[in-house]
């Protein structure tokens, strides 16, 4: 079955329902002071894009890109719901997000994830992908509970100049899985 990669709507149902549980892992993984997880009205802000990962039309699993500045986005809201993992969804949708940050003419991609054990899976698949621990940026601060980790995206990756509206990322992607 193949495995479909789009922009979604953070308010559509399916799509908040997905986020909800993932705001609610944080919130049971993290204390509340350390929690960076975005609910789904922030992700409207119009410096973030929000993928869905569907097969046969069931949202299996999400992710964003929040742009920085003109060279740097952070990973937002990556979640694969609990059915789906380990059939590839998070790493498809991580190649996705990277491909459009390449494309859209990015050379940093960031993000924070959490230091326990259960976001060691997060975290391998993160370093298994070329991330690498770094300094906190944006609004993140050094403590017990987060890890920074960033990647520099290799210019072979990126076009040579983008435009604005390739930012947007709004093409889909399609993976045979």
């Known amino acids: ?20 549980r993932h705001l609610a892992a944080m ?48 990973i937002k809201s990556m979640h694969t719901l609990s059915d789906a993992r380990g059939q590839g969804v998070g790493r498809a949708i ?23 054990a259960a976001f060691e899976p997060a975290r391998m698949m993160y370093s298994s992908a070329g991330f690498r621990p770094c300094e906190p940026f944006g609004e993140y601060s050094v403590n017990p509970y987060s890890v920074c980790m960033t990647l520099a995206l290799d210019s072979r990756d990126r076009p040579r100049a983008a435009s604005p509206a390739s930012r947007s990322g709004a093409r889909s992607h399609r993976e045979a899985s």
């Open 1 to 20: 079955m193949e495995l479909v990669i789009a922009v979604e709507d953070p308010m559509a149902p399916d799509v908040e329902a997905v986020l909800a």
């Open 27 to 74: 919130n049971e993984n993290t204390p509340p002071a350390h929690v960076h997880a975005l609910p789904a009205r922030r992700l409207q802000d119009p410096s973030v894009t929000l993928f869905g990962a569907r097969r046969d039309g069931v949202l299996l699993g999400v992710g964003a890109i929040r742009h920085l500045d003109a060279t740097h986005v952070e």
């Open 94 to 116: 991580l190649r996705h997000l990277l491909h459009v940050a390449g494309s859209s003419g990015y050379d940093r991609v960031s993000l924070e994830t959490g230091t326990k």
